[in-house]
């Protein structure tokens, strides 16, 4: 269970050439594009106005500032591991060298949602838009084929959808996607950059033509009154909203799984990482800025497409479908990395003989994980179909939250353990950035419903028997030390 990996091996292992390895191929501009890839999504365009509309008001600004500290400390943790062992597994490679097989499984598993299932709740949410542009143009799908069952959808006119059987757009894009993912790495990542361009396009659009339409009444109060229920308002607010957008920073951290397929991952891994991320950051508290200067905040109570209701203000109405087809692109690339993530972290898991060789197959003609691939679209499609948005998103985020907390405590056993390492990044202020970064994932897991607590225990139990079952027999390094 405590086997480690030296990080000699990892990186022979990941360097190896030859058939059944991934190509480096990614610039550091592909590894940054990858992270806006992931990052900006359904977190900016339909959180920012919930988050506004409860808990807030036009202080979701500072929310996301918050959110972004967070992100940083686990960010920083991130850059140090990426580029000292840049292989493709993430988080959990970084746990097999410090910490050992089991917390690398523990992690590995723990990895799936948020990658799998983040990828299937931005397909929701990404279906719902698709939904909304059709209904404008008189284009109605039957009900049952659009909303998963236990969910419940409101149309921008006002149409009420209660529970379908399953929503087949969503699952659409995701079989769509890892068909694209397993043609290629390079024509994935190309797509990507097209898309981020499209994403990052319209951000600024929505900022610089939303800038002169706002009118400063808004602001006032700009951080609203607490109304005395804990969340609401006030400061107490704001870092509720901090922990309800923190959903719109998840992915800079996917960018660590393409690091065996970066050509200069030492310099490209941190570029890519931190890159991202501020630049997400720039960009959501300018959008945030704008978009509660157009509407008052109380206006975007209940509303799934906050962006398009604010820029009606504007009266650019004639850029309203233009925005929504963009924002379904930008979500297109969210849901395109979550997939590829997903599918590096299971293949180095298989490489590792922690799960079946099967995952870690690479396509003799488009070197990719195909079957990964193909095993993910079904996982992954079932989520999108079946399971409402809210459910998943928490859960995305109660994952994601447990992974950085491992990642900031493996930094601190690592420097402990293995000081005199080559670290091409380091982390400054250790040991304050990882704990700080620790105490901050806690209590916004913290702020997480009770319901995603016992999911992720669940998930974890199966995860811990099928280590005990399949992995810890199988494992490679087990029975080379064996
Ligand atoms: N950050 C991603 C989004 O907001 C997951 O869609």
Redesign the pocket.
Known sequence: MFYKKSIEQLLLEAGASGEGNLKRSLTSFNLVALGIG????????S?TGIAAAENAGPAVTISFVLAAVACAFAGLCYAEFASMIPVAGSAYTYSYATMGEFAAWIIGWDLVLEYAL?AA??SV?WSRYLLEFLHKYNINIPHQLVVSPWETVKLGDGTIIEGGLINLPAIFIVMLLSLVLMRGTKESATMNNILVIVKVAVVIVFIALGWSHINPANYHPYIPENTGAFENFGWTGITTGAAVVF?????FDAVSTAAQEAKNPKKGMPIGILGSLVVCTILYVLFAHVMTGLLNYKEFAGDAKPAATAFAMTGYSFLQDGLIVAILAG?TS?ILV?LMGQSRVFYTMAKDGLLPKFFSSIHTKFSTPWKTNIFFMFFVSIFAGFVPVSDLGHM?SIGTLFAFVLVCIGVLVMRGTQPNAVRPFRTPLVPLVPVLGIIVCVWLMYSLPIESWIRLFIWMALGIIIYFTYGRKNSKIGKSLK
């Open positions: 992931a990052i900006i999504g359904a977190g900016l365009f959180l983040g709740t931005v949410s959903f719109a920073f998840i992915g979500y969210v979550m995305v």
